[in-house]
C-alpha cells in the first residue's frame, strides 16, 4: 500500500476506537458475570472480535448491535467445553486473560492463533497458573502456543512475585484467583495497567490494592453491568505524535481514556517541551476520558526508562519516531518487554526506520535515537504488525520526496480498522 507523505499540515479533531485493553476484559467480565452486560464503544477490531469468537464458542451469548454489544452473563459454571481448540487470531491480551479463566473449569481447552502468537511466551502465565493447580502445556512441550489448558474446579490461592511487569499475567493470574479456595496475593515489580482491577470492582467484587500488593478472595460472583468505553489513548499516540511533528499542526483527539497507568505519552511529551494540552476530563460510568490537544512543537531528546515503561509500553514504537524529530538523543531503556509483542519491536522500529532514514540502533533493553533527522522514500513492512504499521503511517507524513510503500498494512485492522482514514481526514 502507498502511504500518504509530504504533508504540511494536519488540523482537525479524532474519536478514537475504544480501548482495546478494556473492551477485552469487559466481554470476559460480562461473560463470567450473572446477568447481561451492555457495552457502548466497544473496539470492532480484529482482537476484540476474537474474544467475543471466543466466548461464543465457550456456550456464551454475545449479540452485536449498531450501538452495543450485549452479553448474556450465566455466571463462572456456564462456561462449556469447545468441541475443536479455539483460534484466538493474533491477540495475546485474550490467549493470555483467557487461560486464567479456563483454568478454574472442569474441563480441558486448546488455544491456538496466528503465526505471531505462536512466538508469543506463555510460561509467563503457565506457571503460576500450575502452581495454583491448574494444568497447562504448550506445544511440543515448549511454553509456545498452541497451549492446552486442563482447569480444575479445585484451585488454590497463591502468593506470587511477579517476575515481569505484564497486566496480562497480572490479570490471568486475577482470574484464576478469583475462581480459587482462599486469598490469592500478587505483587508487581512495577505497576501496570489496572483494568482487571477496576472491573472487579465495577462487576460487584473485591480487591485490594496497596500499591505494587494486590490481594483477591477465591469464589467471587460478578453481575452484568452497563458500560461504556472510552478511547484508546494507544490509538491516540499516533495521532498525537502526527500533530506534534507535522508542521502548521493542530489536532484534537476527543474522549480518550486518561486512566493513569496508560498517560505516560503525555508526561513524556511534556518532558520533550511538546505543546499536548487535556481538557474536558470527565468520568464517564467511571472511567476518566478527556481530550487531548497537541500543536506542532520544536522537540528535545530524552532518557525513557524504569517506572515509565509499563506506562506507555504500546507506545514505544511510535514514541521511537517521535525522537527521530526532536533535538539531540533520545534514549529508551528498560523495554525488552518489546522483543516479545506482536514482533521483535526493537528490531523492527530500528529496521523500518533506519530504511526511511533515521539515525537509530538497537540495544539490549531499548533503543537511541540520534535527532534530528530528515526521512526519506523507502519501501517498508508492518511485520503484521498493527502499531508498526500505523508508526510507518505516521513517519511517512514527514517524507518530502519520493514515495512510501507499507507491506502488510492490512495489519492495523488488529486494534484500528479505520485509522488510515481517520489520518486523511485531518490532511489539507
Ligand atoms: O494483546 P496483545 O497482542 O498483547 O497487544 C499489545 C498491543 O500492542 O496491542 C501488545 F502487543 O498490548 C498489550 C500490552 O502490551 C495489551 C495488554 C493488556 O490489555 O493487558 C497489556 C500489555 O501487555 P503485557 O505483556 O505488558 O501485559
Request: charged letters at 25%; hydrophobic letters at 40%; one cysteine or more.
Amino acid at each position: 500500500m502507498e502511504l500518504l507523505t509530504n504533508k504540511r499540515e494536519l488540523t482537525g479533531t479524532v474519536e478514537v476506537p475504544g480501548d482495546k485493553s478494556m473492551s477485552h476484559r469487559s466481554i470476559m467480565f460480562g461473560a463470567i458475570a450473572e446477568g447481561t452486560t451492555r457495552i457502548k464503544h466497544f473496539l470492532r477490531a480484529d482482537d476484540c472480535m476474537s474474544t467475543i469468537a471466543a466466548f461464543r464458542v465457550l456456550g456464551v451469548e454475545i449479540e452485536e448491535t449498531d450501538e452495543e454489544i450485549i452479553v448474556h452473563g450465566q455466571g463462572w459454571d456456564a462456561l462449556k467445553q469447545p468441541k475443536d481448540a479455539i483460534n484466538i487470531g493474533n491477540s495475546g491480551t485474550t490467549i493470555r486473560l483467557l487461560m486464567g479463566i479456563l483454568a478454574g473449569t472442569d474441563f480441558t481447552t486448546t488455544l491456538y492463533g496466528d503465526d505471531s502468537i505462536a512466538k508469543r511466551p506463555m510460561n509467563r502465565v503457565m506457571l503460576p497458573l500450575k502452581e495454583m493447580g491448574a494444568n497447562c502445556e504448550g506445544h511440543a512441550e515448549t511454553e509456545f502456543p498452541p497451549v492446552t489448558v486442563i482447569g480444575t474446579k479445585n484451585l488454590q490461592p497463591i502468593t506470587y512475585h511477579m517476575p515481569v511487569s505484564s497486566a496480562q499475567v497480572k490479570s490471568a493470574i486475577l482470574f484464576a484467583a478469583l475462581q480459587a479456595d482462599g486469598e490469592t496475593t500478587i505483587i508487581e515489580k512495577k505497576k501496570t495497567r489496572d483494568h482487571s482491577e477496576h472491573m472487579i470492582r465495577q462487576f460487584g467484587g473485591e480487591i485490594d490494592v496497596d500499591g505494587l500488593t494486590i490481594r483477591v478472595k477465591g469464589k467471587q460472583k460478578f453481575v452484568g453491568q452497563t458500560m461504556t468505553v472510552p478511547g484508546d489513548i494507544s490509538s491516540a499516540a499516533f495521532f498525537m505524535v502526527a500533530g506534534l511533528v507535522v508542521p502548521n499542526s493542530q489536532v484534537h483527539l476527543t474522549n480518550v481514556g486518561l486512566n493513569p497507568t496508560r498517560t505516560g505519552i503525555v508526561d513524556v511529551i511534556e518532558q520533550m517541551g511538546g505543546q499536548v494540552t487535556i481538557s474536558d476530563a470527565s468520568r464517564n460510568t467511571g472511567k476518566l476520558a478527556g481530550t487531548i490537544t497537541v500543536e506542532t512543537s520544536e522537540l528535545q531528546g530524552i532518557e525513557i526508562g524504569g517506572d515509565l515503561i509499563p506506562r506507555l509500553i504500546d507506545e514505544l514504537p511510535v514514541i521511537a519516531l517521535l525522537a527521530t524529530q526532536a533535538n539531540g538523543t533520545t534514549i529508551i531503556k528498560d523495554a525488552a518487554e518489546l522483543k516479545v509483542k506482536e514482533t521483535n519491536r526493537i528490531d523492527a522500529v530500528v529496521r523500518e526506520l533506519t530504511t526511511l532514514g533515521a539515525n537509530i540502533e538497537a540495544t539490549e533493553d531499548g533503543m537511541i535515537i540520534h535527532g534530528k533527522t530528515k526521512l526519506h522514500g523507502g519501501r517498508v513492512t508492518s511485520y503484521g504488525d498493527h502499531r508498526i504499521g500505523m508508526m510507518l503511517q505516521v513517519a511517512a507524513l514527514l517524507v518530502e520526496e519520493g514515495a512510501v510503500v507499507l507491506e502488510k498494512a492490512d495489519a492495523v485492522s488488529v486494534s484500528y480498522p479505520d485509522f488510515f482514514e481517520d489520518l486523511a481526514s485531518l490532511c489539507k
